[in-house]
C-alpha cells in the first residue's frame, strides 16, 4: 500500500537509485530513493510532489510515453502501481508478480507495459484492462532491465544476470525472436534511435549490438564494473562504472572518452534534450548541459577537451539540492604534467567482437 501523493520541501539525505525524465515534454523529473519517490520540475527545480511507501522499497519507475502525468512504480512489495501525478492521486496496483520487480516500461501508445524482476518472469500488461495479459519464464536469474524498441507498441527486449540479452515480439505466442550472449551479468540495455542497435552494459564490458546481422560490432572493457547507460542520441551514449567516472561513447568513430569525475559515487545517469543529470550517493543531483560541450567534442580530437581528458565540472555546472562538484581533480592535476612534459595520453584501445 502507498500513501497518496503530498507536496513538501526536498531534503535529499539518502541515496538516489535513479532518475527519470517525463518523456514528452522534459518538464517533469522523477528522482527514485529506497522509501519514497520525488517529483521536480525540471524548468525550476522545484518540487511538485511525492509518493511515500509504507511497505518494502522503491526500486524503480518511469514515466509512461506521450502521457508525462502517469507514473508507474515498483519495487519490493512485487507490485507495479500507477499515479496520476498531475492530480496528485493513485490509480491502482498491478499484482502478479512472485518477487521483488525491478524494471517497467510502457509501450509507445502507452496502453501496455513490460515488466521483469526476481521472479525471472516477463510479464506484459495491458493497462485498460488492468490485467497481466502475457507472462513466461524468459531467463534463467534475475531480470534487471525491460524495454520497448522506439516507436514500437509490439517489440521489447529484456536483459538479465543470466547474460542473455532477449528481444520479444508481442504478436508471436512463444514471444521470444531473439537472443544474444553478453558474456557475464547485464546490468542495463537500450536500444538506440536507429532501431538496428542495442547497448549493453554488464561487468567491465561496454558492448554494442547490430540487431539485424545478431552479432556483437563493438565492445570496450573498462578497469571497473559498469552501472548505467543512458542515450542522448544516435552518436552519443553516456555510461558510468562503480565509482566517481562517467565516460562518453562516439558511435560515428567507435571511440569512448572519460567524460566526468567526481568527489561522491555517482550511482543514477539520465539524459535529457540538451544535458545530462547525475544523481549520486549521498542523495545529491547535478544537471550538466552539454551543448557547448557536445560542440568542442565535435571541433577536437581525440579528447572532448584541449585542456583536459575530464570537463571540469566547475564551471557551466547548474547547481541544486546542495551539489558542490570538484573544482580541479587529480587527473586533470595529472594531464596537465604530461603535457608540460609533451606526453599525451595514448588513445583507448579497441575490441571488436567476433
Known amino acids: 500500500m ?17 532518475i527519470c525524465l517525463d518523456q514528452k515534454k522534459n518538464s517533469l523529473m522523477g528522482i527514485i530513493q529506497a522509501s519514497r519517490i520525488l517529483f521536480v520540475s525540471f524548468k525550476n527545480f522545484q518540487l511538485k510532489g511525492s509518493i511515500k511507501g509504507t511497505r518494502g522499497f522503491f526500486l524503480n519507475g518511469i514515466f509512461r510515453k506521450n502521457f508525462g502525468n502517469i507514473f508507474a512504480s515498483s519495487g519490493k512489495n512485487k507490485q507495479i502501481e500507477l499515479f496520476d501525478v498531475s492530480n496528485k492521486r493513485f490509480l491502482r496496483s ?6 521483488p520487480v525491478y524494471s517497467t516500461n510502457f509501450s509507445n501508445d502507452g496502453l501496455t507495459l513490460v515488466s521483469g524482476g526476481n521472479d525471472m518472469l516477463f510479464k506484459v500488461w495491458d493497462i485498460s484492462l488492468q490485467k497481466c495479459i502475457v507472462s513466461y519464464l524468459s531467463h534463467q536469474h ?16 529484456s536483459s538479465s544476470y ?3 540479452i532477449k528481444l520479444h515480439d508481442l504478436r508471436v505466442k512463444k514471444g521470444i525472436i531473439s537472443y544474444w550472449d553478453h558474456g557475464c551479468p547485464i546490468e542495463n540495455f537500450k536500444f538506440l534511435p536507429d532501431r538496428n542497435t542495442i547497448v549493453t552494459i554488464g561487468g567491465n ?10 552479432k556483437c560490432v563493438f565492445q570496450v572493457k573498462e578497469t571497473r564494473p559498469l552501472l548505467n547507460v543512458s542515450v542522448l542520441s544516435k552518436r552519443f551514449i553516456f555510461y558510468n562504472s562503480i565509482g ?9 568513430s567507435f571511440s569512448t572518452y572519460p567524460l566526468f569525475c567526481f568527489e561522491k559515487e555517482v550511482l543514477s545517469l539520465e539524459t535529457s534534450v540538451k544535458g545530462l543529470i547525475i544523481g549520486f550517493s549521498d542523495g545529491k543531483i547535478c544537471y550538466r548541459n552539454l551543448v557547448s560541450d557536445l560542440k ?9 577537451l584541449p585542456k ?31 603535457k608540460k612534459k609533451k606526453k599525451f595520453c595514448p588513445k583507448r584501445k579497441k575490441e571488436k567482437g567476433n
Open 296 to 304: 568542442i567534442l565535435l571541433r577536437e580530437k581525440p579528447y572532448p
Open 162 to 164: 543470466d547474460g542473455k
Open 244 to 252: 566517481q567516472e562517467i565516460h562518453l561513447f562516439d558511435n560515428s
Open 142 to 157: 534475475f531480470i534487471r532491465s525491460v524495454s520497448f524498441l522506439p516507436q514500437s507498441n509490439q517489440i521489447c527486449g
Open 308 to 338: 583536459s581528458p575530464f570537463f571540469s565540472t566547475a564551471q557551466k555546472t547548474k547547481n541544486f539540492f546542495g551539489f558542490n562538484p570538484k573544482k580541479r581533480s587529480f587527473f586533470s592535476k595529472v594531464f596537465e604534467i604530461m
Open 205 to 214: 564490458f561496454f558492448k554494442l549490438w547490430n540487431i539485424p546481422e545478431r
Open 94 to 99: 498491478l499484482k502478479g508478480h512472485l518477487e
Open 2 to 18: 502507498v500513501q497518496k501523493l503530498k507536496t513538501k520541501e526536498i531534503h535529499l539525505k539518502k541515496t538516489i537509485l535513479k
